[in-house]
């Protein structure tokens, strides 16, 4: 249940961010109540998520899914450079969380 959870957290921070991006600045209604929405919701599932998991973990899933996700949106959908730095760069954020979670958990 617990990385269920997280997953929602995940989703909704991607959901956030993208819809930022939309935004223009927080000059438009609709992407801005996104924006506020998905972080509220974000943030409170992933707080929901710290009750029973480690920061450490939690967060790097997190803020790693989230930041893999969004550059792969840029990069598909926006418009942005996909060159070999920037899926390199995706591939090591990737990796890093999977190294953080080898690392086991701690009590």
């Known amino acids: 249940m617990v990385y269920l959870t997280l997953a929602g957290a995940i989703a909704s921070e991607i959901m956030a961010t993208t819809c930022m991006k939309y935004s223009e600045g927080f000059s438009r209604l609709w992407p801005s109540a996104g924006t506020a929405v998905g972080y509220l919701l974000a943030f409170v599932l992933l707080a929901q998520t710290l009750k029973s998991m480690n920061v450490g973990t939690a967060y790097a899933i997190w ?33 890093g969380v999977v190294v953080l979670n080898l690392g086991g958990a701690s009590h």
């Open 63 to 95: 803020s790693g899914a989230g930041t893999a996700v969004v550059a792969a949106i840029g990069m598909l959908f926006l418009g942005e450079a996909v060159n070999a730095a920037r899926i390199g760069g995706i591939l090591l954020i990737v990796a």
